[in-house]
């Protein structure tokens, strides 16, 4: 499913989403900007998701091992 703000635009779109990155050091952090919390809301509610949200990392070490949590 993708991630859209409420003004229509689909986050889950932007590159290192699509294509992932080459390289995100340990405890490397990506952050996003999504939306305003008041628009958020309510755009939330119409998709009937404001219970839970679940988001899965796949990566892979550089051995090629692949991991997924």
Known sequence: MPIE???GFVISHLPYFNYGLDFLQPNGEITCY?????????????????NDIHVTTRYKDLSGASYQT
Do not use: R
């Not at 999504?34 to 404001?50: A, C, G, I, V, Y």
């Open 5 to 7: 703000s409420s003004n």
């Open 34 to 50: 999504w939306d305003e919390l008041d628009s958020l809301l309510p755009f939330l509610e119409s998709k009937d998701l404001q």
